[in-house]
T-cell receptor
């Protein structure tokens, strides 16, 4: 149980285009999902908290108009990188918490999406 | 948000030896501390976690200790094996209990 998927796993796009990344909880409901960004050999940097049915909460320094988050259902959150530029190239990973868990419990991670902007 | 520091950034040990990774956190309200293992290009996998109401937890060759007063916690891996080679991240939860803030990671290499 507790499987999280991401799609696509890898995407290459031209500068100026927008890219949508999907994060799905496959066998559980998640009212809260999280989006992280990871540079090579670096840590996971929390970008935003995605809340089902409400606006996402962004961490300090993360542009909400650049990284659009939509959490339309209890099993799906999407991250759209708008007008992508080479500096947006990174590994994007989502995670989800099982609705049945209490506060502070495990997050389950997706396999990540490698974004390369040319 | 929470500030988590992790040391060392790289660690090499001989197979069979022990490895210790240390983390400190800033917010005394944090009450959940997971450790994740990440292999290259893969998703982080939870290997052990500890809550603030206990001081130590062990699972076979892996143990975690927590000192709430000093706000630091450590991962201990005994009898290391080559397959333990990976990047390890500690994390602490936010006071609201939902977000995780990760340490900077430790690249562990176990030399056969």
């Amino acid at each position: 149980g507790a499987v999280v998927s991401q799609h696509p796993s890898r995407v290459i796009c031209k500068s100026g285009t927008s890219v949508k990344i999907e994060c799905r909880s496959l066998d559980f409901q998640a009212t809260t999902m999280f989006w992280y960004r990871q540079f090579p050999k670096k840590s996971l940097m929390l970008m935003a908290t995605s809340n089902e049915g409400s606006k996402a909460t962004y961490e300090q320094g993360v542009e909400k108009d650049k990284f659009l988050i939509n959490h339309a259902s209890l099993t799906l959150s999407t991250l759209t990188v708008t007008s992508a530029h080479p500096e947006d190239s990174s590994f994007y990973i989502c995670s989800a918490r099982d609705l049945r868990q209490g506060v502070g419990d495990e997050q389950f991670f997706g396999p990540g999406t490698r974004l390369t902007v040319l | 948000g929470e500030n988590v520091e992790q040391h060392p950034s790289t660690l090499s040990v001989q197979e069979g030896d022990s490895a210790v990774i240390k983390c400190t956190y800033s917010d005394s309200a944090s009450n959940y501390f997971p450790w994740y293992k990440q292999e290259l290009g893969k998703r982080p996998q939870l290997i052990i976690d500890i809550r603030s109401n206990v001081g130590e937890k062990k699972d076979q060759r892996i143990a975690v200790t927590l000192n709430k007063t000093a706000k630091h916690f450590s991962l201990h891996i005994t009898e290391t094996q080559p397959e333990d080679s990976a990047v390890y991240f500690c994390a602490a939860n936010s006071p609201t209990g939902n977000q995780f803030y990760f340490g900077t990671g430790t690249s562990l290499t176990v030399i056969p």
